[in-house]
């Protein structure tokens, strides 16, 4: 078994977040006076040695029973059984998983069996990854990493600890995939052999949906991912989609970066690097960026010897949705996708064409409630900057264009919300019942305060009551 201490800094660091926790010192010393030994396993201890922000913890006890943990636990609060089961515990307040070492089998219900004496070589074998199979001892400080994970991270290269434990859950194979985009790594060719060969056809489109929010959100190069699934010639089985786009060229007087494939890949990318205000939102821009193209696979052709995709920001929606199924069961978030594709091509034409304030306003009334024009902007930025000629990155350039088209939302004062309608249907009462006719003259209203910048109530009354009358 390989100890080492770590050192005085990341100790630091870590004493730091356990004093976070004013509970944790004294309930790691009840184990340890009990035989037991406190690990702080799996995430927390690759960013801590990564030197990342450490958001969850994960601690494992060896050497006591899942009764003895339930019991020390009990003495400073209500303990959550819900994953007791699984070897887990959850002391109220406490937001720490505690779990014993334990074996799972194969398959989506995988039986699991305790085994609090379990070394922890065997335990730690169990794990995806080597940068994950390593732990510290919150008593002593050491490190425990019996895999060489700590080398892998400095290496950038994701193992197996054991492959053969490795295939019994085939979600692991989408977890190599997320991390390969947030940690920029890539795996051996023994991990690659054996992801290339998993049978993925169990898994839960949830479970699936997990990993690709992760990877779209927790990554700088999240193109890194989709590249390693064409390496390992798995794109076309699992995204076709995305494969499609492969060899589809572009016109190079305004694409020259190549193909879809290559705009796309570098278009993520440029997405990855916009701050958005929630995580939601994120999530949303970066799927955005990468199905707004898709379209082009059905709309490129060659006419007067220019490239063209006339309408594939239309055509693409159905195929975009195709492929979102596969991959989140979130309407919502696949309703507010599909806005945003089939606008995105909106931004650049309206200040290339000189377009008036009243279209601003339209167009946050087409996109709402999904979506805004600042969220439009965004997908155009990363559109923009997915067309570097030096392939594999982004450019990282400012675009006026997009620049101006933010400045002129915000003059419209649409720039993340819509103008309120002004005339309402009480407006129109006692002169008008609801129904049908109020509706059209509350919509006819609306236009002519959006198109004529009206917006005395009375005036708006008197012109549509006076087409009503017509």
Not at 42 to 65: F, W, Y
Request: net charge positive.
């Amino acid at each position: 078994m390989k100890y080492k201490k770590i050192t005085s800094s990341l100790k630091a660091k870590l004493q730091m977040v356990v004093e976070h926790y004013p509970l944790l010192s004294p309930i790691i010393q009840n184990i340890h006076q009990k035989g037991g030994t406190v690990l702080l396993v799996g995430g927390a201890v690759r960013d801590l040695l990564l030197k990342l922000p450490i958001k969850d913890l994960d601690i494992e006890v060896h050497s006591l029973s899942l009764a003895g943990l339930e019991a020390i636990l009990k003495k400073f609060g209500p303990v959550s059984l819900v994953g007791k089961s699984f070897g887990v515990l959850r002391l109220h307040g406490l937001d720490i998983d505690w779990s014993l070492p334990r074996s799972d089998s194969a398959g989506r219900k995988p039986k699991v069996a305790l085994d609090p004496f379990m070394s922890v070589n065997d335990a730690f074998r169990r794990r995806d990854i080597t940068m994950n199979a390593m732990g510290i001892d919150l008593t002593t400080y050491e490190l425990i990493d019996p895999f060489d994970g700590q080398e892998d991270l400095k290496k950038k290269v994701l193992r197996a600890p054991d492959t053969h434990l490795f295939i019994e859950d085939p979600l692991r194979f989408y977890r190599v995939m997320q991390f390969i985009g947030r940690f920029e790594m890539l795996p051996d060719k023994e991990l690659d052999a054996v992801c290339k060969k998993m049978n993925l056809k169990e898994i839960s489109i949830e479970r699936i949906s997990d990993e690709f929010e992760k990877l779209f959100l927790k990554s700088k190069r999240p193109s890194l991912a989709f590249k390693w699934l064409d390496k390992l010639g798995r794109l076309e089985e699992l995204l076709p989609e995305l494969a499609a786009l492969q060899e589809v060229p572009q016109e190079p007087s305004w694409h020259p970066e190549g193909d879809v494939w290559e705009h796309t890949m570098q278009a993520i990318d440029a997405a990855a690097a916009i701050e958005c205000e929630t995580q939601e939102e994120k999530l949303i821009l970066m799927i955005a960026a990468l199905c707004h193209d898709l379209g082009k696979v059905v709309t490129t052709k060659i006419i007067d010897g220019k490239i063209t995709s006339r309408l594939h920001e239309i055509k693409g929606l159905p195929i975009a949705k195709r492929f979102l199924k596969r991959i989140t069961k979130k309407k919502e978030l696949i309703d507010t996708v599909l806005k945003l594709i089939r606008y995105h091509m909106t931004p650049g034409m309206y200040i290339a064409g000189g377009t008036k304030m009243p279209a601003y306003k339209k167009l946050a009334r087409n996109l709402a409630p999904h979506t805004n024009l600042q969220m439009l902007a965004n997908l155009a930025f990363a559109d923009k900057r997915g067309r570097n000629p030096d392939k594999g990155t982004p450019l990282d350039s400012k675009l006026p264009d997009i620049e101006q088209f933010l400045k002129k939302a915000e003059e419209a004062q649409v720039l993340l919300n819509v103008e309120q309608p002004v005339l309402l249907g009480r407006d129109l009462m006692p002169e008008i019942k609801p129904g049908p006719m109020m509706g059209q003259l509350l919509k006819k209203a609306y236009e002519i305060q959006i198109d004529e910048g009206i917006k005395d109530k009375g005036l708006l009354k008197k012109r549509v009551l006076k087409k009503a009358i017509k």
